[in-house]
């Protein structure tokens, strides 16, 4: 049923920033929930945040804590992910899924995109 785009990814120096963004389609934007993921090279997929759109409450990873912010932009159904003060571990494919409430457990989150890739440097 729905369909969630990630756009934004590329190669960035370390301490740098990058604005990742998910765009949402298919979904009731204010009843659901969006997440972020990365898949670094050779680990396993993690979660970094998500929001829940109906009451904007927020969860991030402790690794990210201080550093990335989710937000969304509900006239245009899109869900944002600002990277700052971003380090070589960084680097992975960031993909957004939706949900209907966030969760720790991944299987909860029906519907994922196709992923964008980061790079960090040193």
């Known amino acids: 049923e729905g369909q969630l785009v990630e756009s934004g990814g590329g190669l960035v120096q370390a301490e740098g920033s990058l604005r990742l963004s998910c765009a949402v389609s298919?979904?009731?934007?204010?009843?659901?929930?969006i997440g972020w993921f990365r898949h670094p090279p050779g680990k396993l997929r993690e979660g970094v945040s998500c929001?829940?759109?109906?009451?904007?409450?927020?969860f991030y990873a402790n690794f990210v804590k201080g550093r990335f912010t989710i937000s969304t932009d509900n006239a245009e159904n899109t869900v944002y992910l600002q990277m700052n003060s971003l380090k070589p571990e960084d680097t992975a494919v960031y993909y957004c899924?939706?949900?209907?409430?966030?969760?720790?457990?991944?299987?909860?989150?029906?519907?994922w995109g196709q992923g964008t890739q980061v790079t960090v440097s040193s």
């Open positions: 929001i829940n759109t109906n009451d904007g409450s927020t």
């Open positions: 298919g979904f009731t934007f204010d009843d659901y929930a």
């Open positions: 899924a939706a949900a209907t409430r966030c969760s720790v457990a991944q299987d909860e989150f029906g519907s």
